[in-house]
């Protein structure tokens, strides 16, 4: 079971090069998430989507991009990085959205640094 | 979503029952109680939530103080494993963005 997966584990870019970041779910959850979580620090929201078709913004959204691919898949972009954006990303998913349901499902997360 | 209040640090001998606390004075009739940590170098893991009652899991059990303004996470015995950072979370019912503090490093000493 493999649950929530991201690629790639570890990238470096040099400022101004863009990434997509991928993250893939096999649980048949309804919304996505992506954070981020800088050195010491607790986690960020950046984006989510309730369903399919749906993203809306979280804490921390400029500079980045989502694309909901499908039920599936959930990519976030970098257009232009930036040393700021160095960081752990986590993606996760969870059966419905708020609170009612049980916890989010993390992926092992995609470390960045921008260079 | 209302704010938390946790101890930076904790520490606990192996095999000894840990309780985590966790103030949130201002939480609302609809704010659920989550629990997540996060070990070394992984993704936040869930742990636990409720929003009145007592809750038990396998993993642990949540006490909510009866005028829910505080929360007690409850791991019976301490094993090596369960050295993390451990996060409180108040969640309203329909609420999307979880947002995580700082959150309690627990350290076990065997």
């Known amino acids: 079971n493999a649950g929530v997966t991201q690629t790639p584990k570890f990238q470096v870019l040099k400022t101004g090069q863009s990434m997509t970041l991928q993250c893939a779910q096999d649980?048949?959850?309804?919304?996505m998430y992506w954070y981020r979580q800088d050195p010491g620090m607790g986690l960020r929201l950046i984006y989510y989507?309730?369903?399919?078709?749906?993203?809306d913004k979280g804490e921390v959204p400029n500079g980045y991009n989502v694309s909901r691919l499908n039920k599936r898949e959930f990519s976030l972009r970098l257009e232009s990085a930036a040393p700021s954006q160095t960081s752990v990303y986590f993606c996760?998913?969870?059966?419905?959205?708020?609170?009612?349901?049980?916890?989010?499902?993390f992926g092992s997360g995609t470390r960045l640094t921008v260079v | 979503d209302a704010k938390t209040t946790q101890p930076n640090s904790m520490e606990s001998n192996e095999e000894e029952p840990v309780h985590l606390p966790c103030n949130h004075s201002?939480?609302?009739?609809?704010?659920?109680i989550h629990w997540y940590r996060q070990l070394p170098s992984q993704g936040p893991e869930y742990v636990i939530h409720?929003?009145?009652s007592n809750v038990n899991n396998r993993m642990a059990s949540l006490a909510i103080a009866e005028d829910r303004k505080s929360s007690t996470l409850i791991l019976h015995r301490a094993t090596l494993r369960d050295a993390a950072v451990y996060y409180c979370?108040?969640?309203?019912?329909?609420?999307?963005?979880?947002?995580f503090g700082a959150g309690t490093r627990l350290t076990v000493k065997p």
């Open positions: 996760a998913s969870s059966e419905i959205q708020g609170a009612l349901g049980v916890g989010y499902t």
């Open positions: 649980m048949n959850h309804n919304s």
């Open positions: 989507s309730a369903s399919e078709g749906t993203t």
């Open positions: 201002t939480i609302s009739g609809t704010d659920y």
């Open positions: 409720g929003l009145t």
């Open positions: 979370i108040l969640r309203e019912k329909y609420n999307n963005d979880m947002r």
